[in-house]
């Protein structure tokens, strides 16, 4: 199993950024996938999720309204579009998958920074 972030890096306040989480060793359409962040003293927090299908998303409260989860079957790939914004955006994105068995997994993370 394997999950690769990309996209972060550094943003002006108001600004955007497209995260994508490519992923191999998994049958990705049959697994619901998340979007955690960490901000530094913080602990790990849920950003969003998306089902297997994408037919069902929901979000964080403070990140509804900015954020848009989504995916590719076809590229076994995730993304997480941010929109509008903050300085407390930023922090270590991470994409993760649990499977039923209970085992999480989590990519390597992708470093955000929002800043003027």
């Known amino acids: 199993v394997q999950l690769v972030e990309s996209g972060g890096g550094s943003v002006q306040p108001g600004g955007s950024l497209r995260l994508s989480c490519a992923v191999s060793?998994?049958?990705?359409?049959?697994?619901?996938m998340s979007w955690y962040r960490q901000a530094p003293g913080k602990e790990r927090e849920l950003v969003a999720f998306i089902s297997s299908t994408g037919s069902i998303t929901n979000y964080a409260d403070s990140m509804k309204g900015r954020f848009t989860i989504s995916r590719d079957n076809s590229k076994n790939t995730v993304y997480l579009q941010m929109n509008s914004l903050k300085p407390e955006d930023t922090a270590v994105y991470y994409c993760?998958?649990?499977?039923?068995?209970?085992?999480?997994?989590w990519g390597q993370g992708t470093q955000v920074t929002v800043s003027s």
């Open positions: 060793g998994f049958t990705f359409s049959r697994q619901t």
């Open positions: 993760s998958t649990q499977f039923s068995y209970g085992t999480r997994y």
